[in-house]
């Protein structure tokens, strides 16, 4: 088995010896971003997009990332080799760094970068052959006037409460809306449904974030004949749902069966095996590595 690793601030070191200050204001007050990235045969899935999303969050919250776009993605592949596996996922964090006690971030004079290197399964066997149960949360998607989810930052309580619920509720994920009542986002991963076979997903100003998964799918749709649309989405339309399907880097694409107990009309149906094909298509196309010797030789 692959052991856990972690590129720290320049270094590659086993995960468990790698800490992060107690004065870090990532930790004392959530105050940093993140992005979750997974690897397949050796080589990160979709790194630009990850990357800009990275930037894009930072500068959002005015967070200075130390490193440099390059000095990244060598970072990146250092902790996809060092890790040893050729599939797996990458915690890619950034936090506000150490500073005085108090929220005011102006103490913080330097960022603390890192990136684990695990296994990641948010899926089973069972979910994707019988499809996920999933419940709507009565724990609402914070507003995006309050904190705009398209920074993806280390806030996330909101959504632990929500999966809090689905598991006490025995469901295998929770359903966010957002304070109008209108499907926001899974609690890691976006939503989409399947209505008169065309798909439909909420767009991310209703609380979604703008998810990489998210892009592939629509751009998977439109490659396949699949009609697609962004529309705002009710609990009306989860439960009316001809397919409901949930996507994420973690989640990879997970078709779902049940909405706070009402079963949809086909799991897995035939949308979301559409998509399933080309995405794991697409996924090996785009894992080829870089340089193959005696590829091109014949
Ligand atoms: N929404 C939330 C809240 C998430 O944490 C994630 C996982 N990063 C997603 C959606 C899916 O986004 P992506 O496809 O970029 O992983």
Redesign the pocket.
Known sequence: MSNVVCWLNGKIMPAQEACVPVLDHGLLYGDGIFE?IRFYHGRAFRLAQHLSRLYRSASAIRLMIPQDDATLVAAVKNTIVAFGAPAGYLRLVVTRGVGKLGIDPTSCMQPNVFIIADELSMTSERMLYEGARVIVATTRRIAPDALDPRI?SLNYLN?VLARMEATHAGADEAILLNAQGHVA??????VFVVRDGTLLTPPVTDG??E????AVILELAAENGIPWAERSLGTYDLYMAEECVL????AELIPVCKVDGRLLGVCPGPVFSQLQTAFRELVEREAVPDRMPGRNAG
């Open positions: 979750g993806k959504h986002e899974g609690t890691a991963d976006n979604a974030l998810g990489i998964t998210r996507t994420g880097t973690g």
